[in-house]
């Protein structure tokens, strides 16, 4: 019986070679197949969501859909994968499947809001998309289209914009709408941005991390947000990690924000914004913005200082010459130029006193020109050369360069001159403008940025604590003990003043002199005011001689030329509270804190005063 079952379940030789060999092809085809491959067989994708944010009412206003391969992969992460897709001819399968995967996780999770769906743009206008599968695949799962944003992934150069916009014009009468991802990051965005017209537009996370510190990328953020308005396109502001870059994205007007300071990527989302980020959504705090340094000298060169005169040939005569300068009285040189190559410069006063002598004229009238160029040779300047440099090249240089002018060269060729008054005078208007926006002692924020602050915190309908800040008897203190000691102690103040503030509310300006401003939006403002006066009395004390600080002050030459006894230098802060709608200009405010300084300053010592109009719940 043994022998007999044994024999049944015994095949015939050529039989079981052929099954074997199927069987080692089967197994073979399996061991082709590539890890992306069974991945795509196997459907081993996996979908996360990332909350969108509306900044203004502190909602969600979709997710974006992210995928992940494999965790155990290689290809687990979304760069690997579809980096492996392209290389494999497979871009537009694995595409199509994470698509599925995200829309299959958001229908049966049952998220509120958009769904931010990344679309390549080879695939949107693919036929097998553009003839309505993904479409129909919604139907299935109870998707309207209307809930679904097209978030165009730029990861390769488009150049078909007329049938990428047939195509997004297709899906917008089905009602999609579309979105740009990494503005500012990929090849053609802008060309993208003004082609495609989308209704939600995602700067790349390059411009946000940092920009509460990075007064470029601050710019960069304002100008996308001024173009959008313009156009009627929502900002998604991607990649912020910090509450500073949160606080200054809602500052500027961007309208959404996405990143790990919201929340991270979820498989399984959060439907409300966390306690943290809704308290500074909800806040009417405005944040301190990074500032622009104003460094001119560094930006502006000699083209700036160029002032073009026809030049004449060294053979031009002498009569010609005398004729230009009498006919223009503004005309103080006249450049002498050869095959366009400089070769010297013409003072007027010089010329005129030597020409003007008896007989000279009728001697030298018909004579070359080139009598009267200096032996030496003239300062050539390249239209490049930075002013701070020039300006210090022509201080050590011989003085006549600085009286008689310069020439400015391009390519050693000449095309134009200038003088060292011309000079002078940008170095001074630059001086100016500098002191405007930054003061050069202390190196704080100056006049203007102090007053677009204010007008920031009125617009913004937030209460603030407006500070005046003055030394008291600074005068005969710069006069006992030097200008030198003087700057000294206006740094240190500078100094005590900026670490007393909070730098994530409070927002310290220099507007000349020994008067510094503070605007504080901090709750415990009172008390790091009184901390700014103890440190400045003990710091302070060390920049006095030891008999001063005994006897209480010194005696000095007063203004009417008698001697007078003076007080050690004080600190005083006269402080008023800013009420919503209280003042509606920067002036206003500059009024009631000066108000607020002087009764601050009535007080001997170092002192605070606090104007109470409008102080109630502040301090």
């Not at 992940?68 to 399968?93: C, K, T, V, Y």
């Not at 309208?255 to 809704?278: H, K, N, V």
């Not at 220099?510 to 440190?535: N, P, V, Y």
Request: glycine letters at 6%.
């Amino acid at each position: 019986m043994l022998a007999i079952q044994t024999a049944e379940r015994k095949r015939p030789s050529h039989l079981s070679l052929h099954v074997e060999f199927l069987d080692d092809l089967i197994m073979a085809q399996e061991q082709a197949k590539t890890p992306l491959q069974e991945i795509i067989a196997q459907r081993k994708l996996s979908a996360l969501f990332q909350p969108i944010i509306d900044l203004k009412s502190g909602d969600f206003l979709g997710f974006e859909g992210l995928i992940r391969g494999p965790a155990d992969s290689p290809l687990h992460s979304p760069i690997n994968l579809f980096g492996a897709a392209l290389q494999q001819n497979l871009s537009l399968e694995v595409e199509m499947l994470a698509r599925q995967t995200v829309l299959e996780a958001f229908s049966r999770q049952k998220l509120p809001g958009s769904l931010f769906l990344n679309i390549s743009p080879d695939t949107l206008t693919h036929p097998s998309f553009k003839n309505g599968q993904t479409l129909e695949f919604m139907r299935t799962l109870n998707i309207d289209p209307a809930r679904v944003v097209m978030e165009i992934t730029e990861n390769q150069p488009t150049f078909d914009f007329t049938e990428m916009r047939n195509a997004l014009l297709h899906y917008r009468n089905m009602g999609f709408k579309t979105a740009i991802d990494d503005l500012g990051e990929g090849f053609s965005s802008l060309r993208l941005w003004s082609e495609l017209r989308p209704e939600y537009i995602k700067i790349d996370m390059h411009f946000v991390q940092g920009v509460d510190h990075d007064p470029i990328k601050l710019q960069f953020l304002k100008s996308i947000q001024q173009i959008a308005e313009s156009c009627g396109t929502r900002v998604i502001a991607e990649g912020i990690e910090t509450e500073g870059e949160l606080r200054v994205v809602k500052d500027i007007g961007i309208a959404l924000g996405q990143g790990y300071f919201i929340a991270r990527p979820s498989p399984t989302p959060p439907l409300l914004a966390s306690s943290e980020t809704s308290r500074i959504i909800s806040s009417n705090n405005i944040a301190i913005f990074p500032m622009m340094e104003v460094s001119y000298r560094s930006q502006m060169t000699a083209q700036k200082l160029l002032s073009y005169i026809e030049p004449v040939h060294p053979d031009t005569s002498n009569e010609q010459v005398f004729e230009r300068f009498s006919s223009n009285a503004a005309l103080h040189m006249i450049p002498v130029v050869k095959n366009g190559l400089p070769v010297g410069l013409i003072n007027r006063y010089q010329f005129i006193d030597s020409y003007s002598k008896p007989f000279q004229r009728e001697l030298l009238g018909k004579k070359a020109c080139n009598k009267f160029i200096p032996a030496t040779a003239p300062l050539l300047v390249e239209k490049s050369m930075p002013i701070e440099e020039l300006s210090y090249f022509l201080a050590e240089a011989d003085n006549r360069y600085f009286a008689d002018g310069f020439i400015i060269t391009e390519n050693n060729r000449y095309i134009g001159v200038a003088s060292g008054q011309d000079l002078l005078r940008e170095l001074t208007r630059m001086q100016i403008e500098s002191a405007r926006y930054a003061n050069p002692l202390s190196l704080l924020p100056g006049n203007v940025p102090i007053n677009e602050h204010i007008e920031r915190l009125l617009l913004a309908n937030t209460s603030f604590v407006a500070c005046y800040c003055d030394l008291d008897h600074f005068k005969p203190f710069n006069d006992t003990y030097s200008y030198r000691k003087g700057d000294e102690m206006i740094q240190l103040t500078g100094r005590l003043l900026n670490w007393a503030c909070d730098h994530k509310q409070d927002f310290i300006g220099h507007i000349g002199g020994d008067d510094f401003i503070l605007l504080m939006q901090s709750r415990d403002w009172k008390a790091r005011c009184e901390q700014a006066l103890r440190s400045f009395e003990q710091a302070a004390s060390l920049l006095f001689k030891e008999e001063h600080l005994i006897a209480g002050g010194y005696t000095s030459e007063g203004r009417d030329g008698q001697m007078h006894f003076h007080p050690l230098t004080s600190l005083s802060i006269g402080a008023i509270s800013i009420a919503p709608g209280q003042f509606i200009s920067h002036h206003e405010v500059s009024a009631a804190m000066s108000s607020a300084k002087k009764m601050a300053k009535k007080i001997s010592g170092n002192s605070l005063f606090i104007e109470q109009r409008g102080i109630e719940g502040k301090i």
